[in-house]
């Protein structure tokens, strides 16, 4: 079973970084594309960006596009989420996925196992 651990969130002032990672286990790393989303309170889980299974190809959303840089290390089954300058807005818990779906994938529901998430805030 795919297990995904989620490190590295916790409070930034507006226009620092921060970077996410996400370790992998129970498969093989390399057959999955992954995803990052966000949510907060009472809000749907929003789509942050993805990459292939190769790391080659990467989407990301309108809002966080220039700002935000999806990696991954298939030696380390580990996948990165480098955030740069930071907005309030930005504020939530963001939670890793993994899918055997090919790229994009957009929708929450394509992705196959997630992680508990970590708790990102971004002070004004």
């Known amino acids: 079973q795919v297990q995904l651990v989620e490190s590295g969130g916790g409070l930034v002032q507006a226009g620092g970084s921060l970077r996410l990672s996400c370790a992998f286990s129970?498969?093989?790393?390399?057959?999955?594309?992954m995803g990052w989303f966000r949510q907060t309170a009472g809000m749907e889980r929003e789509f942050v960006g993805s990459i292939s299974q190769n790391g080659m190809t990467t989407y990301y959303s309108d809002s966080v596009k220039d700002r935000f840089d999806i990696s991954r290390d298939n030696a380390k089954n580990t996948v990165y989420l480098e955030m740069s300058s930071l907005k309030p807005e930005d504020t939530a818990v963001y939670y890793c996925?993994?899918?055997?779906?090919?790229?994009?994938?957009?929708?929450?529901?394509?992705?196959?196992?997630w992680g508990q998430g970590t708790q990102v805030t971004v002070s004004s």
């Open positions: 129970g498969r093989t790393f390399s057959n999955y594309a």
């Open positions: 996925a993994a899918t055997d779906n090919f790229l994009p994938v957009v929708a929450a529901s394509n992705y196959n196992y």
